[in-house]
């Protein structure tokens, strides 16, 4: 059985920094696309970046501050995320996608306030 776990949420000021980090437990095999979605208060989950084989793609609202890495080995995938803003509040979910399944982690909460 396959588990995602992220860390590194928490409550931030503008201008700040965080790091989120997803680890996935259990054996997953053919993975193609690993990602970070949010789900701001009253408002859909979006994505947020994505990597595959070709690279990583990006939400325009976030483009040039986040980066989005992974290690394949480790089967983990972190975003860095600079530069924060109020509009970045929100639940942030890891989302690993192979041919037959995708798995999601169970969020971690983003605040951006001061």
């Known amino acids: 059985q396959v588990h995602l776990v992220e860390s590194g949420g928490g409550l931030v000021q503008p201008g700040g920094s965080l790091r989120l980090s997803c680890a996935a437990s259990?054996?997953?095999?053919?993975?193609?696309?690993m990602g970070w979605y949010r789900r701001a208060p009253g408002k859909q989950r979006e994505l947020v970046a994505q990597?595959?084989?070709?690279?990583?793609n990006y939400a325009d609202s976030v483009k040039g501050r986040f980066t989005i890495s992974r290690d394949n080995a480790k089967n983990t995938v972190d975003l860095q995320m600079n530069s924060l803003k109020p509009e970045d509040t929100a639940v942030y979910y890891c989302?690993?996608?192979?041919?037959?399944?995708?798995?999601w982690g169970q969020g971690t909460q983003v605040t951006v306030s001061s």
């Open positions: 990597i595959t084989s070709a690279g990583p």
């Open positions: 259990g054996s997953i095999f053919s993975i193609y696309a």
């Open positions: 989302k690993i996608s192979t041919r037959n399944s995708n798995y």
